[in-house]
């Protein structure tokens, strides 16, 4: 039991456990400290995904205790405003996520880089036309809709002088969701801000887990729906 312990420790606070661990690593590989770390996991919401030397903890989404949920983001951001603010941050980061791992190969990794101008042309193409599905979704269950956030994005500057890159600029808004991944070891920040590149964490995690046969076809549903219906751009002539 101490064994599972020392290793439900570290995983809750770091989120993975590597072969640079040791001993605790090892730990990790007797049947009984497993079997206790699955019963921990089917309590407390949350499953291990070992890959390439490393295990990682993933939360469950209905978890109550690990996963952030909708009330949480309402409680901590009360206002209206700041709840659109939320979702527009959530979006930034499923978008950098499809940019990322939208490939629909054997390995759904497509890009090794981005540039952080390409992210923003990314999502005003997106947010050209906000009358897309899921406005119905967040009207309804949330009180806010696709619309909102769209004319959200779109009242933000590129960029202002007077403003660098605040949050108050679309520049400021993806370099705040590039950073708060960053600071889950999920990308790294290079060139002075101007690129991004995924960690082994998030390689990891997005095609040993989120992306797994089981779940990518969700995934591509969520964003190809947009383009597959004429949503994501505006079609000229």
């Known amino acids: 039991m101490r064994q599972t312990a020392r290793i439900l420790n570290?995983?809750?606070?770091?989120?993975?456990?590597?072969?640079v661990d040791g001993e605790m690593f090892a730990d990790y590989r007797m049947p009984e400290v497993r079997e206790e770390?699955?019963?921990?996991?089917?309590?407390l919401g949350f499953s291990l995904l070992e890959m390439r030397g490393k295990v990682y903890l993933i939360p469950h989404a209905d978890s109550e205790l690990l996963a952030m949920t909708i009330r949480d983001i309402r409680e901590s951001k009360p206002s209206h405003d700041h709840m659109i603010d939320a979702f527009l941050q959530c979006y930034i980061t499923m978008t950098i996520l499809w940019m990322f791992y939208g490939g629909r190969n054997n390995n759904p990794k497509r890009a090794?880089?981005?540039?952080?101008?390409?992210?923003?042309a990314a999502l005003d193409e997106r947010f050209l036309n906000p009358g897309i599905p899921e406005g119905e979704v967040f009207e309804t269950d949330y009180e806010i809709?696709?619309?909102?956030?769209?004319?959200?994005?779109?009242?933000?500057?590129?960029?202002?002088?007077t403003k660098a890159i605040?949050?108050?600029?679309?520049?400021?808004?993806?370099?705040?969701?590039?950073?708060?991944m960053r600071d889950q070891q999920l990308l790294i920040i290079l060139d002075e801000?101007?690129?991004?590149?995924?960690?082994?964490?998030?390689?990891?995690?997005?095609?040993?887990?989120?992306?797994?046969?089981?779940?990518?076809?969700?995934?591509?549903?969520l964003f190809n729906s947009m383009e597959e219906q004429g949503y994501a751009k505006t079609k000229q002539g």
Request: proline fraction near 1%; aromatic fraction near 6%; charged fraction near 35%.
């Open 193 to 221: 801000n101007r690129e991004i590149r995924p960690t082994d964490r998030l390689d990891d995690l997005m095609i040993g887990h989120y992306l797994d046969m089981r779940r990518i076809d969700d995934i591509h549903k």
């Open 37 to 43: 770390l699955d019963e921990w996991g089917e309590e």
């Open 112 to 120: 090794t880089f981005l540039q952080i101008k390409d992210i923003i």
């Open 145 to 161: 809709n696709f619309t909102q956030i769209s004319s959200h994005w779109n009242a933000l500057a590129v960029y202002d002088e």
């Open 166 to 180: 605040t949050q108050k600029t679309r520049l400021g808004r993806v370099l705040k969701a590039c950073r708060l």
């Open 10 to 19: 570290k995983l809750l606070i770091d989120g993975e456990l590597g072969v």
